[in-house]
């Protein structure tokens, strides 16, 4: 058990307005959790503190190699008042392989999930709660050794922040506009691609201006080898449902083994369908909608949590996915996920855990 020294703010910030809609990332609580790290020492000096500016020296190895991970996950308020988290243990352990792949210390799993608690309660009263809102937590490893040689840093900081959310896509649950990217590569296998690292994200940059350039929401990565398989979306997993059948790409190395992804596989099974994770090459999508068996396309992320996918461009081949609008399954998913997550629909695999 940590023991987390707590000093609480004396300047709380005003919370939202209840009928302004939340835009993603925007605003945030009171407080933060912070702990270091020190070679020789391991974790030491975790301590909730009000929210505010780090102090770093300018020669950080975070600023100039780049050596940072995050997670990402949410808190939802249940009708009956309850805080709960979803699946935080499966984070717990994504976050533990990332900080091998990135040569950064490991941060306990069972203190991973006790801040995230200890600060949620803390900062309850940011927990939105009108339909599509959330509590949106953000932890995140930096290297903060002061030195210009690349290696691994000597010292680190693993952060906590927390945002109030709406979703994620201006167009909420609204089909996604998506561009098939066959210029850019996002990671490949050996790389660190199924890492969450921010190393990744800045690397998808180009290709995501390009994409709403073109009045395209997200990018669809093809595989870095061949550029003809399908990897996974900007910021979430990509399912396509196939004469009736369950299609994603599996876990290649380069892709983010995803929660939701994870979460959805399950309920899809549990529903009686068949699940395919294996390769999906782009032609086989164009080929199935051409001949009419392409049903659906939806995203799944902690963010973007269902997101439906109403067209695809690849090269000079525009795709609508059957009338462009919501599918059936995607919506189910999305009812039935959410109903979890809030508490309202029966918890069968023990996902949500309750915050005290
Ligand atoms: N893929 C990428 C690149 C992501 O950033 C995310 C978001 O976290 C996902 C997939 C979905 O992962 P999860 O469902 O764990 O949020
Ligand atoms: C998440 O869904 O939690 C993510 O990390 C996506 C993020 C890039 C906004």
């Given at each position: 058990?940590l023991?987390?020294k707590?000093?609480?703010?004396?300047?709380p910030?005003q919370?939202?307005?209840k009928?302004?809609?939340l835009?993603?990332g925007?605003i945030f609580?009171?407080?933060?959790?912070?702990?270091d790290?020190?070679?020789g020492?391991?974790?030491?000096?975790?301590?909730?503190?009000p929210?505010q500016p780090l102090?770093?020296?300018?020669?950080a190895?975070?600023?100039h190699y780049g050596?940072?991970m995050?997670?990402g996950?949410k808190?939802?308020?249940a009708?009956?008042?309850?805080?709960?988290?979803?699946?935080p243990?499966m984070?717990a352990?994504?976050?533990?392989?990332?900080?091998?792949?990135?040569?950064?210390?490991?941060?306990?799993?069972?203190?991973?999930?006790?801040?995230?608690k200890?600060?949620?309660?803390i900062?309850?009263?940011w927990i939105p709660?009108?339909?599509?809102?959330?509590l949106y937590?953000?932890?995140?490893i930096?290297?903060?050794?002061p030195?210009?040689g690349?290696?691994?840093s000597?010292t680190?900081?693993?952060i906590?922040?927390?945002s109030?959310v709406?979703?994620?896509y201006?167009?909420?649950?609204d089909?996604v506009?998506?561009?098939?990217?066959?210029?850019?590569v996002?990671?490949?296998k050996g790389g660190?691609?199924e890492?969450k690292?921010?190393?990744?994200?800045?690397?998808?940059?180009?290709a995501?201006?390009?994409a709403?350039?073109?009045?395209f929401s997200q990018?669809?990565?093809?595989d870095g080898?061949?550029r003809?398989y399908?990897?996974?979306?900007g910021?979430m997993?990509?399912f396509?449902?196939?004469n009736?059948?369950i299609?994603t790409?599996?876990?290649?190395?380069?892709?983010l083994?995803?929660i939701?992804?994870?979460?959805?596989?399950r309920?899809?099974?549990?529903?009686?369908y068949?699940?395919?994770?294996?390769l999906?090459?782009?032609?086989?999508i164009?080929?199935a909608?051409?001949e009419g068996?392409?049903?659906?396309?939806f995203?799944t992320g902690t963010a973007?949590?269902?997101?439906p996918v109403?067209h695809?461009?690849?090269?000079?081949h525009d795709?609508?996915?059957?009338?462009?609008g919501?599918?059936e399954?995607?919506?189910?998913?999305?009812?039935?996920?959410?109903?979890i997550?809030?508490g309202d629909?029966p918890?069968?695999h023990?996902?949500?855990?309750?915050?005290?």
């Amino acid at each position: 058990m940590l023991d987390i020294k707590i000093e609480l703010t004396n300047a709380p910030k005003q919370l939202p307005e209840k009928d302004n809609p939340l835009v993603f990332g925007t605003i945030f609580t009171d407080h933060m959790f912070i702990m270091d790290y020190t070679l020789g020492k391991g974790w030491h000096d975790a301590r909730i503190i009000p929210y505010q500016p780090l102090s770093l020296e300018p020669s950080a190895m975070v600023f100039h190699y780049g050596q940072e991970m995050f997670e990402g996950l949410k808190a939802y308020k249940a009708k009956d008042g309850r805080i709960l988290l979803f699946r935080p243990d499966m984070n717990a352990k994504r976050t533990t392989k990332t900080c091998r792949t990135l040569c950064m210390p490991e941060f306990p799993e069972d203190d991973f999930v006790q801040a995230i608690k200890e600060l949620v309660a803390i900062d309850k009263k940011w927990i939105p709660t009108k339909e599509g809102t959330s509590l949106y937590i953000r932890p995140f490893i930096i290297a903060t050794s002061p030195f210009l040689g690349v290696r691994p840093s000597h010292t680190y900081k693993f952060i906590v922040i927390l945002s109030p959310v709406g979703p994620y896509y201006p167009e909420g649950l609204d089909p996604v506009k998506i561009w098939i990217e066959d210029e850019y590569v996002r990671a490949v296998k050996g790389g660190i691609g199924e890492a969450k690292a921010g190393g990744n994200y800045v690397a998808s940059l180009r290709a995501q201006v390009k994409a709403h350039e073109e009045g395209f929401s997200q990018v669809l990565w093809l595989d870095g080898v061949h550029r003809k398989y399908i990897e996974e979306v900007g910021a979430m997993n990509i399912f396509f449902k196939i004469n009736g059948v369950i299609v994603t790409p599996m876990l290649s190395g380069s892709i983010l083994p995803g929660i939701t992804r994870d979460s959805v596989i399950r309920l899809c099974k549990d529903w009686g369908y068949k699940v395919e994770e294996r390769l999906i090459s782009i032609d086989e999508i164009f080929t199935a909608q051409e001949e009419g068996l392409l049903e659906e396309v939806f995203g799944t992320g902690t963010a973007a949590v269902i997101s439906p996918v109403g067209h695809l461009r690849w090269k000079d081949h525009d795709m609508q996915v059957m009338d462009g609008g919501i599918g059936e399954l995607s919506q189910k998913l999305y009812d039935n996920l959410t109903g979890i997550q809030l508490g309202d629909a029966p918890d069968v695999h023990k996902w949500t855990v309750e915050v005290s």
